[in-house]
């Protein structure tokens, strides 16, 4: 066992480094809300259709506009380039409708590409594309046994990634992914199927600071949340149910669905720059900003 890993099973809090906690890792000095040059993956929606149900978001009998779904992906596209990030373009793939949704592509952090595997067949050829992109980047990615749905459950704040499971990344793939990284994981049980991956639970908005919705999470989840981020701010109802968590933030700058408003002004007390973006169209498939957007940590 890697003495530089641990994972922490929500059922049952496991430290495989002698004396760890996550409230170890978590803990760090406040900081000033300071903005941070991010570099970030984006596939445009030139594909996108909702084609198939794979999450309560999803009705095949709701029509797409194609060229606004590509419109507001390209509005949020140029909001991270105006705020100063830098953003790759991955090719879009016919016959994958849901690609646009890059952060279920995979996890790159220090140095390491861990591309996804999917639950459903229907995305499966995904992982193949953002493997590809991995490689055109210098990665040799890593493919885990068992299923693991990329940042929409692997979300890195700080030294630690937290990872949900319940209905799409298996916790079988947590230790894979612990060993690959060589940084802590906490794994969090997801309960409501309205919030499938951890990213429209769980935003994390800088390295000691996260919001969550909490009826999302099981009991052990949410008392391992509140004990590693006392200060975590809890986001109401209504911002959930637009995916208001889907957001990425820089550090002082969050991106977020224009829709929660609730949640901006939260952020603001909290002495974050919300920005809202609409992404309506990219809604009718689940998902929203952090959904389109794979960051690529240092």
Not at 13 to 30: C, F, Q, W
Not at 128 to 143: E, I, K, S
Not at 225 to 252: K, Q
Not at 271 to 294: M, Q, W
Request: charge should be negative; include cysteine; glycine fraction near 8%.
């Amino acid at each position: 066992m890697d003495a530089q890993r641990v994972v922490i099973d929500c059922a049952e809090a496991t430290p495989y480094r002698s004396g760890m906690t996550i409230s170890d890792v978590a803990a760090a000095p406040v900081r000033t809300r300071t903005a941070r040059l991010r570099h970030y993956a984006m596939t445009p929606p030139v594909h996108f259709a909702v084609e198939y149900a794979i999450n309560p978001w999803m009705d095949v009998s709701t029509p797409v506009d194609a060229d606004l779904a590509v419109a507001q992906w390209d509005v949020l596209r140029r909001t991270y380039e105006s705020l100063g990030h830098t953003v790759d373009l991955v090719e879009p793939v016919s016959g994958l409708p849901d690609m646009v949704y890059a952060a279920n592509g995979g996890l790159v952090v220090g140095g390491t590409a861990v591309v996804a595997r999917f639950a459903y067949p229907q995305r499966a050829g995904e992982a193949d594309a953002y493997d590809a992109w991995m490689v055109g980047r210098g990665y040799a990615p890593v493919r885990t046994r068992h299923v693991n749905e990329g940042q929409g459950d692997l979300l890195v704040v700080g030294s630690m990634v937290l990872a949900g499971y319940g209905f799409r990344t298996e916790l079988a793939a947590h230790e894979e992914i612990a060993d690959a990284v060589g940084m802590p994981v906490v794994s969090l049980e997801l309960i409501d199927p309205r919030f499938y991956h951890l990213d429209t639970a769980l935003a994390v908005l800088d390295d000691t600071t996260i919001a969550y919705y909490p009826p999302a999470f099981g009991d052990e989840a949410r008392r391992r949340i509140r004990t590693a981020f006392p200060d975590a701010i809890e986001v109401a109802s209504a911002d959930a149910y637009v995916l208001g968590l889907n957001v990425v933030s820089d550090g002082l700058h969050v991106v977020l669905p224009a829709a929660a408003t609730g949640l901006a002004g939260q952020l603001s007390d909290a002495g974050f720059e919300p920005i809202g973006v609409d992404l309506s169209e990219l809604f009718k498939g689940g998902g929203s900003v952090k959904c389109c957007t794979l960051e690529v940590y240092p």
